[in-house]
């Protein structure tokens, strides 16, 4: 594989970006296949990725990028261990390959199957109602369910880290009674549409029982019919004590977000939700 032009991508967002799309372009020729869709840039520009086209047909292909010192652990092997899930309408690692730059920053691209469909959301948060029919909120619920009970050793986050950013949000810790196999990142730009479709597993593993149904329903407050069809949907995951729990835990991260900019929208409405679960 041939050299990046740019040795050092520096600190501007410009310079990244151009960046970030050849190493896109490293990865397609290591492939064998072309970029036929738009680059997106996912968050703070940490990864990108495409819609390609090979021998085989169409594919994603994705790379992410980090400093050396964080380029390891569940997350950054998260979406090929991914592969170990069936039974979910979700892409397949097919192939991957890392190299470094200047023993700074260490990249992976990952060659994945093709999963066809909209996004239900240009972002995290839903801002818009979105027309999904029935059988596509059946298909999200029995992916869920899916998901909770595949066997696994990774985590989502660890108790301490759990712990450590509640009280950091809400002022105490969380009584974490019961801990299941979750996606770890349910919001509305990793799902797709018509047909149900569930993107981005960097951060599956265990994790506080319901926080996929808590963080969807947290990244949908904006939209009240929405949000209460999560809470029908899911009803008796969110209104039961663990469910609860994750509502909290879900909560406190989104606000972490509201604090770093990300959705300044959705402070009310999750403070809202936090009054009605503490009243």
Known sequence: MAPNEIDDPGDSDELFADWMR???????????????????????????????????????????????????????????????ITGVRKPRVLGLVEWELAETRRQRAELMTFVPGQRCSDTDVLRDEVDLPEQWWSELRTALETIRMVPTLRLRNDEPDIQRAVRKKLGHELDVQHWDTVHGDLHWANLVRPRFGLLDWERWGRGPAGTDAASLYCHSLLVPPIAAKVRETFADVLDAPDGRTALRYAAAQALHGVETGEHPDLADPLRELLAELDG
Do not use: C, K, Y
């Open 22 to 84: 050849q190493n896109l372009d490293r990865a397609a020729e290591h492939f064998a296949v072309r970029v036929v869709g738009e680059p997106v840039l996912g968050w703070r520009q940490r990864s990108i990725g495409a819609a390609v086209l090979g021998a085989e047909g169409p594919r994603w292909l994705r790379v992410v990028s980090a400093e050396i010192r964080w380029a390891e652990g569940d997350r950054w092997t998260g979406n090929a261990d991914a592969n170990a």
